[in-house]
């Protein structure tokens, strides 16, 4: 069964400092890579999707990379603003249209 | 823009009612799922749907059922609600895996509703 896992659970940076989430998958065969921004007591937002073929996705300050064979993506926030703050959520899908999500990275960007 | 509704935000009911959550997309995607997220437990999927008529369990189907009669709308129904089901529940919806193999500009993000937080008493 597919885990997925999301080092650390929470983590506080000043505004300005770039942000680093880190996700980590066991099964390598996935069909695509999903990241989302969660707010309290909200639905998720898709920022990122990354097919099994490709190696980064960029969307704005968001960056995205994807190592499938080592079981690796990371997310990085360039220049993080207060509005940055929220929980971010990894997740993989395998070919049955499946995800499976990591417990997320509590962010908290501090003015 | 992709709309997923999701019919309550907030719902109180008794141990023992029959409760329906219903979920509606307007992008003719063919895959509807409903979530369930626990603090600590994380996300966790119930059921899914990838046609009308047609549902796959989940990890924790136990005490739930679905209904898909129309391709927009996915309904969860809690046959006899119980205090472990007080939870957040979080619909979404996508296109089929094979659509989007077929057109690879298309992806098969998933959707997701504003969610409901269901308390049951």
């Known amino acids: 069964k597919q885990e997925v896992t999301q080092i650390p659970a929470a983590l506080s940076v000043p505004e300005g400092e770039n942000l680093v989430l880190n996700c980590s998958f066991t099964?390598?065969?996935?069909?695509?890579l999903q990241w989302f921004r969660q707010d309290p007591g909200k639905g998720l937002t898709s920022l990122l999707l990354?097919?099994?073929?490709?190696r980064e996705q960029t969307s704005g300050r968001l960056n995205a990379s994807l190592d499938k064979s080592s079981g690796r993506s990371t997310l990085y926030i360039a220049a993080s603003q207060p509005g940055d703050s929220a929980t971010y959520l990894c997740?993989?899908?395998?070919?049955?249209?499946?995800?499976?999500f990591g417990k997320g990275n509590q962010v908290v960007v501090i003015p | 823009d992709v709309k997923v509704t999701q019919s309550s935000r907030y719902l109180v009911k008794r141990t023992g009612e029959k409760v329906f959550l219903e979920c509606v997309q307007d992008?003719?995607?063919?895959?509807m799922f409903w979530y369930r997220q626990d603090p600590g437990l994380g996300l966790r999927l119930i059921y899914f749907?990838?046609?009308?008529?047609?549902?796959e369990k989940g990890d924790i189907p136990e005490g739930y059922s679905v209904s898909r009669e129309k391709k927009e709308r996915f309904s969860l129904i809690l046959e006899s609600a119980s205090t472990n089901q007080t939870s957040m529940y979080l619909c979404?919806?996508?296109?089929?895996?094979?659509?989007?193999?077929?057109?690879?500009?298309?992806?098969?993000?998933?959707?997701f509703g504003a969610g409901t937080r269901l308390s049951v008493l």
């Open positions: 990354i097919q099994s073929s490709q």
């Open positions: 749907s990838y046609d009308v008529k047609m549902k």
């Open positions: 099964d390598s065969a996935i069909y695509n």
């Open positions: 979404a919806s996508s296109l089929w895996f094979g659509i989007s193999a077929r057109h690879p500009g298309a992806k098969n993000i998933q959707y």
């Open positions: 997740a993989v899908m395998d070919g049955n249209n499946r995800l499976a």
């Open positions: 992008m003719d995607h063919e895959n």
